[in-house]
């Protein structure tokens, strides 16, 4: 049965129970071996797997002995089956291990007696189940117990080594270097699969979206210094030597909304100061290279280790919130170009509608009469006389209803969000064979936005289309691609530009590593090592050859990259029935990354087809991607307890060991930080300071130690998941006790 070889363990071993009658003697005959080395028994199991024991019971021939030898092998296979008395049955070295095994499990046996059973009648599970204490008495095996604890307890305290300070010069970039080289061409084979390909799709247009909003706000900000076009060709060459080169290909780099006002802010500041923008804005890059150089060579990326999960979640909330809202805020844009007609339009001034027939017959209908003509009652009886309606009144507007671009445009928006959800979540239905559902559930963004864009076209109404440029000029025509750097007049101007360089390289430093932070997270199971340093001297390199040739820097793009890693978990899937999917990991590789940006790069070319696609479509992708990236967020859990009863709260982990109270002091002022944070970026006067309060946001974090116990912050504010941290709490608590009772024994 290789189907279900499938869904077992790889090391999985196996009981073979055999009962039987043979003339033997009076008494039954019962015997059960543990095999020193598993063994192959050919045919004795549906699964070619090996045999660790085997349990024989022989009894007298007779009908009624061969039921009680049948009960008795149901009662030893649900024996092997208990988790616990396998630990028994593996270390055993005598009969009185197995006797003391077997009263054990008759102890914590929940037995429902067969008259009191009710098939049509659903049970719930009993109130009182054994305890862990209960399971940690069991497992007696003082060794084993005593190496499990050690094992969690590392994994519980273990630090990213990646991030450790070197005290060599380039000492962290070379580590870097070294570790991801190794997995350098398993990052291109492990490419080569089909959920790759729909992280791609999605991907592409998750990307290329807010290039465009951005680079035609740019344009418009910038006075088409940059724009579109620009956004592009940066978008291409950023991506994909980020792919290639990076420590960590897994993350999106592009165009973000701090950036996009620092850009504005430093043009307005240019033109008041009457200085060029583009030669300015070079010597501004020279420095933020220059800082960012020095900043690798020194391994300062680690202080990112400091960042715990209260920055690193309040900075992804806070960049959520703003795709949402973006989606909606656009969704309104449309509304004001497009208003909702709730009424027929009426002209200020009398007007008709007149049947024109080819034959001397014609009618005519003014406006007010009450006479009527019933032939010409209507365009449809007007055609039929081979007449035409001409005349104000005839206008479409005033005759017929209006079809409603707005109205359309929520339902394209809001439609393209839901059957995303939709399809996503079929992977874990019932329907459709498995590989179908990984497939639809993998492509879920592509099809609806297909589908949608299908209705659209077919509607024929005239909604908001994406502009894609299809000449490679600038956007500005007296501009250069190359910008000369010595155009900036006066020359003490090259030297003003640091101060804005600095606050750009803590926007750009805290904005890349922040995110490579949250991908690199435990709960995503990384296995190929991450490259702090390594990112930032290839960010630092892209902002060198952006400011030379005027394309707009990119940086890490948080929401984006939350999405491409969610594309590419890895599940099991030959999981047992009614038993969920596990994670097993991300698909770590360079090929995503390479031809998403590389697909940007040739949008040019494919505007043909891309201009078909209309923006609320992108829009809710855009809304696909906030909400998606809020799922699993521990402070969007604790915001959602603020407003429970305490009888219905979950099972976290701090909730066990922390007061409600303090839970919900600590929620408070991290909503507070993120309201203040969102303010800082709405005001145009104030948005400079953005990189600032990314750094106030880890001194706020420091005071905490002074407000909360450290007791009280190490469970609310770990960086291991909530579920990892209650499922590494329950094992040890079991193990722990199991240690201290064999001691005592």
Same mark, same amino acid.
């Given at each position: 049965?290789?189907?279900?070889?499938?869904?077992?363990?790889?090391?999985?071993?196996?009981?073979?129970?055999?009962?039987?009658?043979?003339?033997?003697?009076?008494?039954?005959?019962?015997?059960?071996?543990?095999?020193?080395?598993?063994?192959?028994?050919?045919?004795?199991?549906?699964?070619?797997?090996?045999?660790?024991?085997?349990?024989? @019971?022989?009894?007298?021939?007779?009908?009624?002995?061969?039921?009680? #030898?049948?009960?008795?092998?149901?009662?030893?296979?649900?024996?092997?089956?208990?988790?616990?008395?396998?630990?028994?049955?593996?270390?055993?070295?005598?009969?009185?291990?197995?006797?003391?095994?077997?009263?054990?499990?008759?102890?914590?046996?929940?037995?429902?007696?067969?008259?009191?059973?009710?098939?049509?009648?659903?049970?719930?599970?009993?109130?009182?189940?054994?305890?862990?204490?209960?399971?940690?008495?069991?497992?007696?095996?003082?060794?084993?117990?005593?190496?499990?604890?050690?094992?969690?307890?590392?994994?519980?305290?273990?630090?990213?080594?990646?991030?450790?300070?070197?005290?060599?010069?380039?000492?962290?970039?070379?580590?870097?270097?070294?570790?991801?080289?190794?997995?350098?061409?398993?990052?291109?084979?492990?490419?080569?699969?089909?959920?790759?390909?729909?992280?791609?799709?999605?991907?592409?247009? @998750?990307?290329?979206?807010?290039?465009?909003?951005?680079?035609?706000? #740019?344009?418009?900000?910038?006075?088409?210094?940059?724009?579109?076009?620009?956004?592009?060709?940066?978008?291409?060459?950023?991506?994909?030597?980020? @792919?290639?080169?990076?420590?960590?290909?897994?993350?999106?780099?592009?165009?973000?909304?701090?950036?996009?006002?620092? !850009?504005?802010?430093?043009?307005?500041?240019?033109?008041?100061?009457? *200085?060029?923008? #583009?030669?300015?804005?070079?010597?501004?890059?020279?420095?933020?290279?220059?800082?960012?150089?020095?900043?690798?060579?020194?391994?300062?990326?680690?202080?990112?280790?400091?960042?715990?999960?209260?920055?690193?979640?309040?900075?992804?909330?806070?960049?959520?919130?703003?795709?949402?809202? !973006?989606?909606?805020?656009?969704?309104?844009?449309?509304?004001?170009?497009?208003?909702?007609?709730?009424?027929?339009?009426?002209?200020?001034?009398?007007?008709?509608?007149?049947?024109?027939?080819?034959?001397?017959? %014609?009618?005519?209908?003014?406006?007010?009469?009450?006479?009527?003509?019933?032939?010409?009652?209507? %365009?449809?009886?007007?055609?039929?006389?081979?007449?035409?309606?001409?005349?104000?009144?005839?206008?479409?507007?005033?005759?017929?209803?209006?079809?409603?671009?707005?109205?359309?445009?929520?339902?394209?928006?809001?439609?393209?969000?839901?059957?995303?959800?939709?399809?996503?979540?079929?992977?874990?239905?019932?329907?459709?064979?498995?590989?179908?559902?990984?497939?639809?559930?993998?492509?879920?963004?592509?099809?609806?936005?297909?589908?949608?864009?299908?209705?659209?076209?077919?509607?024929?109404?005239?909604?908001?289309?994406?502009?894609?440029?299809?000449?490679?000029?600038?956007?500005?025509?007296?501009?250069?691609?190359? *910008?000369?750097?010595?155009?900036?007049?006066?020359?003490?101007?090259?030297?003003?530009?640091?101060?804005?360089?600095?606050?750009?390289?803590?926007?750009?430093?805290?904005?890349?590593?922040?995110? @490579?932070?949250?991908?690199?997270?435990?709960?995503?199971?990384?296995?190929?090592?991450?490259?702090?340093?390594?990112?930032?001297?290839?960010?630092?390199?892209?902002?060198?050859?952006?400011?030379?040739?005027?394309?707009?820097?990119?940086?890490?793009?948080?929401?984006?990259?939350?999405?491409?890693?969610?594309?590419?978990?890895?599940?099991?899937?030959?999981?047992?029935?009614?038993?969920?999917?596990?994670?097993?990991?991300?698909?770590?590789?360079?090929?995503?990354?390479?031809?998403?940006?590389?697909?940007?790069?040739?949008?040019?070319?494919?505007?043909?087809?891309?201009?078909?696609?209309?923006?609320?479509?992108?829009?809710?992708?855009?809304?696909?991607?906030?909400?998606?990236?809020?799922?699993?967020?521990?402070?969007?859990?604790?915001?959602?307890?603020?407003?429970?009863?305490?009888?219905?709260?979950?099972?976290? *982990?701090?909730?066990?060991?922390?007061?409600?109270?303090?839970?919900?002091?600590?929620?408070?002022?991290?909503?507070?930080?993120?309201?203040?944070?969102?303010?800082?970026?709405?005001?145009?006067?104030?948005?400079?300071?953005?990189?600032? #309060?990314?750094?106030?946001?880890?001194?706020?974090?420091?005071?905490?130690?002074?407000?909360?116990?450290?007791?009280?912050?190490?469970?609310?504010?770990?960086?291991?998941?909530?579920?990892?941290?209650?499922?590494?709490?329950?094992?040890?608590?079991?193990?722990?006790?199991?240690?201290?009772?064999?001691?005592?024994?």
């Amino acid at each position: 049965n290789k189907k279900l070889k499938q869904k077992l363990p790889p090391d999985a071993e196996t009981a073979n129970v055999l009962v039987g009658v043979a003339d033997l003697g009076p008494k039954p005959i019962t015997f059960l071996f543990r095999f020193a080395q598993p063994i192959l028994m050919d045919d004795a199991t549906e699964v070619d797997l090996p045999t660790r024991f085997l349990f024989v @019971a022989l009894g007298v021939a007779n009908q009624s002995t061969l039921w009680q #030898m049948s009960e008795l092998g149901r009662a030893t296979a649900l024996l092997l089956n208990d988790k616990v008395f396998c630990e028994v049955a593996y270390k055993a070295t005598s009969k009185q291990d197995f006797q003391v095994g077997l009263d054990e499990f008759l102890d914590d046996l929940t037995i429902l007696p067969p008259s009191v059973w009710d098939p049509t009648t659903r049970l719930e599970p009993p109130p009182v189940t054994m305890t862990l204490e209960r399971i940690g008495q069991r497992l007696h095996d003082t060794g084993r117990t005593a190496a499990k604890i050690e094992s969690l307890a590392a994994d519980v305290t273990q630090v990213d080594d990646s991030l450790a300070k070197t005290n060599k010069l380039f000492g962290g970039l070379t580590k870097d270097i070294k570790r991801k080289s190794a997995f350098y061409v398993s990052d291109i084979t492990d490419g080569l699969s089909v959920q790759c390909l729909a992280s791609i799709i999605f991907l592409y247009f @998750a990307c290329i979206t807010p290039i465009v909003t951005f680079g035609g706000l #740019m344009a418009g900000k910038t006075d088409g210094y940059m724009g579109t076009i620009e956004m592009l060709l940066s978008g291409a060459f950023c991506g994909i030597t980020y @792919a290639i080169f990076s420590g960590q290909p897994l993350t999106i780099v592009g165009a973000t909304g701090p950036l996009l006002v620092f !850009e504005t802010i430093v043009f307005e500041i240019c033109g008041n100061m009457k *200085i060029p923008f #583009m030669p300015f804005r070079f010597w501004i890059g020279i420095w933020i290279f220059i800082i960012m150089f020095l900043m690798v060579a020194f391994d300062l990326s680690y202080i990112i280790r400091y960042i715990t999960r209260f920055t690193e979640e309040s900075f992804a909330v806070l960049i959520s919130v703003i795709f949402i809202y !973006e989606a909606v805020s656009k969704l309104f844009d449309v509304w004001s170009d497009n208003r909702i007609r709730t009424s027929v339009i009426s002209e200020p001034f009398r007007y008709s509608c007149e049947c024109k027939i080819n034959s001397s017959d %014609e009618c005519y209908m003014p406006s007010g009469s009450i006479e009527v003509n019933r032939r010409c009652i209507s %365009e449809k009886n007007c055609t039929s006389l081979n007449g035409s309606l001409t005349g104000s009144g005839c206008v479409q507007s005033v005759t017929n209803s209006v079809p409603d671009v707005f109205l359309l445009s929520c339902v394209l928006m809001f439609g393209t969000f839901a059957v995303a959800i939709f399809f996503r979540n079929m992977r874990s239905t019932t329907y459709f064979p498995t590989f179908l559902r990984s497939m639809i559930a993998d492509f879920a963004v592509f099809l609806s936005l297909v589908f949608w864009t299908a209705v659209d076209y077919f509607l024929g109404l005239n909604t908001s289309k994406l502009d894609v440029p299809t000449k490679f000029q600038t956007t500005r025509v007296d501009r250069s691609w190359i *910008i000369n750097p010595l155009d900036c007049v006066p020359w003490w101007m090259c030297f003003v530009a640091i101060a804005p360089a600095c606050l750009a390289t803590i926007l750009l430093f805290l904005d890349q590593q922040i995110t @490579a932070v949250i991908v690199n997270r435990k709960e995503n199971k990384l296995q190929k090592g991450h490259g702090y340093h390594l990112d930032l001297l290839i960010i630092s390199f892209q902002v060198l050859f952006c400011s030379f040739f005027g394309l707009p820097w990119f940086c890490a793009a948080t929401v984006r990259s939350i999405s491409h890693v969610k594309s590419l978990v890895r599940e099991s899937d030959v999981n047992a029935p009614g038993e969920s999917p596990k994670m097993l990991g991300i698909r770590e590789q360079r090929v995503t990354g390479l031809f998403i940006h590389l697909l940007i790069g040739l949008s040019i070319f494919g505007a043909i087809f891309l201009k078909y696609i209309p923006m609320p479509i992108l829009y809710g992708v855009f809304l696909y991607m906030g909400i998606t990236s809020l799922n699993g967020v521990e402070y969007i859990d604790r915001i959602l307890i603020l407003f429970m009863p305490l009888k219905y709260q979950p099972d976290y *982990i701090y909730l066990r060991h922390v007061q409600t109270s303090h839970v919900h002091l600590f929620t408070f002022i991290q909503l507070l930080c993120s309201a203040l944070m969102w303010a800082v970026k709405s005001f145009k006067v104030t948005s400079i300071a953005f990189p600032l #309060m990314l750094v106030l946001l880890v001194i706020v974090r420091k005071l905490m130690d002074y407000l909360f116990t450290q007791r009280d912050l190490y469970w609310l504010d770990n960086l291991l998941p909530e579920v990892n941290r209650r499922k590494k709490e329950d094992q040890l608590r079991a193990l722990e006790f199991a240690s201290q009772s064999n001691q005592v024994i």
